[in-house]
């Protein structure tokens, strides 16, 4: 069965203070990774979209790599705006998604 | 300019009601999708529509109707509410491989 696994579930940092959040995945024919940072009372707004294993997607502090049973979405240096539950999904089939359960980041000042 | 909008924002009503939660989206995506999310937050695909069509339909209660008028609409009627069925529907859409595009949500309570 298709599955996708977030960890850690909850994760605060200090501004600052680079980390890593995980996404191990399970899917018959992985067509694309997909991450998503969703605020709090708004819908998930898209990252970035991963193919194959060894790319790498960039977009100011957060950088996004992936391998063939996981992905990372590395944050350097955060900011307190960096905070938010950040999504990993992956798309297995043409129109369907599996979605994780998140992770909450919560930056310190 | 909204690309994917929900109305409406907030929806509270009593069990045994039936309610319509509409979606635009000015993308010109040929997919759009409904989504459920929980109270912990867990995000889960109830139906998929590519061109008007029915493409996912996600073992869900047939208490639920989604109707695709044209590619850029997509609604989703919900008959005689149950206590359940609060949480947070989210309307997508996206283009072939790219990432979806997410609506703001309509918090739906059952009382």
């Known amino acids: 069965e298709d599955q996708v696994t977030q960890s850690p579930e909850a994760l605060r940092l200090q501004e600052g203070e680079s980390s890593s959040l995980n996404c191990s995945y399970t899917v018959s024919g992985l067509r694309g990774l997909f991450w998503y940072r969703q605020d709090p009372g708004k819908g998930p707004e898209f990252l970035f979209t991963?193919?194959?294993a060894g790319e790498e997607k960039e977009k100011e502090r957060l950088k996004a790599t992936l391998t063939k049973k996981e992905s990372f979405l590395h944050i350097t240096a955060p900011k307190p705006e960096d905070s938010a539950t950040y999504l990993c999904?992956?798309?297995?089939?043409?129109?369907?998604?599996?979605f994780g359960t998140g992770t909450r980041l919560k930056v310190l000042a | 300019d909204t690309a994917v909008s929900q109305t409406p924002k907030y929806l509270v009503t009593q069990m045994g009601n039936d309610k319509s939660i509409k979606c635009e989206q000015n993308l010109g995506h040929d997919t759009m999708y409904w989504y459920k999310q929980d109270s912990k937050k867990f995000l889960k695909i109830m139906f998929s529509y590519n061109n008007k069509e029915l493409i996912i339909n996600e073992t869900v209660p047939n208490r639920f109707s989604p109707k695709s008028p044209d590619k850029a609409h997509l609604n989703l009627h919900i008959n005689s509410l149950e206590l359940g069925d609060s949480a947070v529907y989210f309307c997508?859409?996206?283009?072939?491989?790219?990432?979806?595009?997410f609506g703001p949500g309509t918090r739906l309570t059952v009382t």
């Open positions: 999904a992956v798309q297995s089939g043409t129109y369907k998604y599996i």
């Open positions: 991963l193919y194959s």
């Open positions: 997508a859409s996206s283009q072939s491989r790219i990432g979806q595009y």
